[in-house]
């Protein structure tokens, strides 16, 4: 495993590890509960913008045991209507870049998964939960709103009666609560997420990179889509997955009862 720096002076508030096919990201202040300062959020965007070569899926985790408790309130400071706007719209465009990015993204959870820590994770594409998780969402009882992605991403997840009340209410879900609400998709023991994120990560980076991709565009995207749209833009998917040299291999392998050997 090789350790990386991303570049820039406050490049440790941010660790990249590569193990193989895949990079272990780290959310390094941990003082902070790793509180999404606007530098942290540079450094995870140059990332994901453009991933080393050769990798093929990451993990993302924070230190000190907590994910990620949210924007960090102390960089927070009156702003006009516009400049709010803008800072909202900076966070839905990085948010995209991880989710529409092509990278395949595991979050490995613990302790705090708050407000924009849990518009992040909803970013990602598999979400793992640890004993000590929490998912919250405080702005309304900080007289704020979300605006990093929620009502969107987290929105399609609880359905808006539900974020509602979450909002309104400032409840805490554990991570039982949130493995059957859907805001993780595993739920394991007290030090057992990153090695499963990392196990899963490299599963993952074995696929047809083809395939993954087009999971990752399509998918979500059908969501917004009409039926008869969808259905379409199934099949279109479906041509362009299944007539390349991944697709052959991939059958091959299946008939010889084989692992498959994607480029």
């Not at 359905?159 to 993780?184: N, P």
Request: aromatic share 6%; charged share 20%.
């Amino acid at each position: 495993m090789h350790t990386y720096k991303a570049e820039g002076h406050l490049a440790d508030i941010l660790t990249i590890e590569r193990d193989g096919a895949i990079a272990i990201l780290t959310m390094n202040r941990p003082d902070k509960r790793n509180a999404m300062s606007d530098a942290l959020l540079h450094e995870i965007e140059a990332f994901f913008a453009s991933p080393p070569d050769g990798v093929k899926a990451a993990v993302l985790t924070g230190a000190g045991g907590h994910y990620c408790a949210g924007i960090d309130l102390s960089e927070l400071s009156m702003r006009e209507a516009e400049a709010v706007m803008r800072h909202s719209r900076n966070w839905h465009r990085i948010m995209d870049v991880i989710q529409f990015g092509g990278l395949p993204v595991v979050s490995a959870m613990s302790g705090a998964v708050i407000g924009g820590g849990l518009e992040l994770a909803t970013a990602t594409h598999v979400r793992i939960a640890e004993p000590s998780t929490i998912f919250q969402l405080p702005e309304g009882r900080r007289g704020i709103f979300v605006g990093g992605g929620a009502t969107v991403r987290l929105g399609r997840i609880l359905g808006a009666d539900r974020m509602t009340e979450m909002m309104l209410t400032g409840r805490k879900y554990s991570a039982e609560e949130g493995y059957a609400l859907g805001l993780a998709h595993y739920s394991v023991g007290e030090g057992e997420g990153l090695a499963l994120a990392k196990d899963l990560a490299a599963r993952i980076a074995e696929n047809a990179s083809l395939s993954n991709y087009i999971m990752i565009q399509a998918i979500a995207r059908i969501e917004d889509m009409s039926r008869a749209d969808g259905l379409f833009t199934e099949s279109l998917s479906a041509a362009v997955a299944q007539t390349g040299p991944d697709a052959i291999e991939g059958m091959q392998a299946f008939l010889a009862k084989r692992a498959p050997s994607f480029g």
